[in-house]
């Protein structure tokens, strides 16, 4: 083998692991179940004693058909529940969406503060960011899915951790 060979192989093996390495995240974020793809499932740091936290996530359906997120288990909490929250004439409420919450063809629900989420109740440690927390989605057409939850900064307003940064609307990769 030559140097000018034993050089290319190097350097092309070094470019496929550096790929690698920026393609992994995103994919990693991206769970296809059916016709549904589940991305940016995160959650927030709890402080200690907090009994309570959320989940958040994005559910695309790209099928035809309706599907409808009817469940949630996880070790972490004793119980989870698919929550609404909404302000009504200033009175901001939150409610336990019973039924489930549909998901119509051709469309993206968000799961994400001030809306929809996962509500994680009776929890059994608090959430620490850096945390990876699984957690089962029951489907009504898709069954049950396996996602984890990325915890992030107490007061994080999304999946990157910025804590409330404004300026991050946008992420540049290479």
Not at 11 to 18: V, Y
Not at 27 to 49: F, H, N
Not at 68 to 86: D, P, Q
Not at 148 to 173: N, R
Request: net charge neutral.
């Amino acid at each position: 083998m030559s140097f000018r060979s034993s050089t290319i192989g190097s350097i092309s093996g070094a470019l496929a692991c550096a790929m690698l390495t920026f393609l992994a995240p995103a994919a990693a974020d991206e769970v296809k179940a059916g016709d549904l793809v589940i991305t940016q499932p995160w959650s927030r740091a709890t402080p200690g004693g907090a009994k309570t936290g959320a989940g958040y996530l994005t559910i695309e359906n790209k099928g035809s058909a309706p599907d409808r997120l009817v469940g949630v288990s996880g070790e972490i909490a004793g119980k989870i529940e698919i929550h609404e929250m909404a302000v009504t004439n200033g009175v901001m409420t939150m409610r336990p969406l019973n039924q489930g919450l549909t998901i119509e063809p051709g469309k993206t629900v968000a799961l994400a503060p001030g809306g929809y989420h996962l509500m994680l109740m009776e929890l059994k440690s608090p959430l620490k960011q850096g945390d990876k927390l699984p957690v089962t989605l029951e489907f009504e057409k898709a069954g049950k899915v396996a996602v984890t939850l990325d915890v992030q900064a107490v007061g994080a307003k999304g999946p990157g951790g910025d804590g409330g940064s404004m300026m991050k609307q946008h992420e540049h990769k290479m």
